[in-house]
């Protein structure tokens, strides 16, 4: 059974850029989860898919959005970064909605500096 | 006030002591994760539950919905043990599919 993959590991990006983040579920897993844990706090969920569709959504602004495909994969796009989008950037996939009770097998993490 | 609430925030222990992390929680929820990360960000899921007690090695951890409370035992502690443990409602109803963090509490143990 695969695991959560995240890409890339370690990311610098100058601020007004735009980057793209991106993660593979575990094999069989409908459900994607992404969440910001900025240094020293807890994460903070940002959107779910489920089954390529958008379900819920934390208090971000729309400059970050995502997609989730048909193989389930998932992106994570924030554009015009600013300097406190640096954080760890966690996706976590399921086997259904979260709010069902599956449990959330997470990734390892993209950490993006913004300078 | 927030939504959860882990105590202590901060836990040192020597090796081989029973530890205790309690979270309480303000929102109706459906199941409660407990997190396990590490230092560089790998999150591991230790426990889901929604109901009782549930045991994995030296792990145990327990819910009590009605008091919307739970706690994570570690009996026999290690220096592996170290982590930051969280604990991670998933809110229901029309909080449907979100997991909310607590602020994690951070453990050490020392051999």
Known sequence: ?115 | KNEVEQSPQNLTAQEGEFITINCSYSVGISALHWLQQHPGGGIVSLFMLSSGKKKHGRLIATINIQEKHSSLHITASHPRDSAVYICAPNAGGTSYGKLTFGQGTILTVHP
Do not use: M
């Not at chain 1, 610098?12 to 069989?28: A, Y």
């Not at chain 1, 086997?95 to 449990?103: A, N």
């Open chain 1, 1 to 115: 059974e695969t695991g959560v993959t995240q890409s890339p590991t370690h990311l610098i990006k100058t601020r007004g850029q735009q980057v793209t983040l991106r993660c593979s579920s575990q094999s069989g897993h409908n459900t994607v989860s992404w969440y910001q844990q900025a240094l020293g706090q807890g994460p903070q969920f940002i959107f779910q898919y489920y089954r390529e569709e958008e379900n819920g959504r934390g208090n971000f602004p729309p400059r970050f959005s995502g997609l989730q495909f048909p193989n389930y994969s998932s992106e994570l796009n924030v554009n015009a970064l600013e300097l406190d989008d640096s954080a760890l950037y966690l996706c976590a996939s399921s086997l259904g909605l979260v709010g069902s009770s599956y449990e959330q097998y997470f990734g390892p993490g993209t950490r993006l500096t913004v300078t």
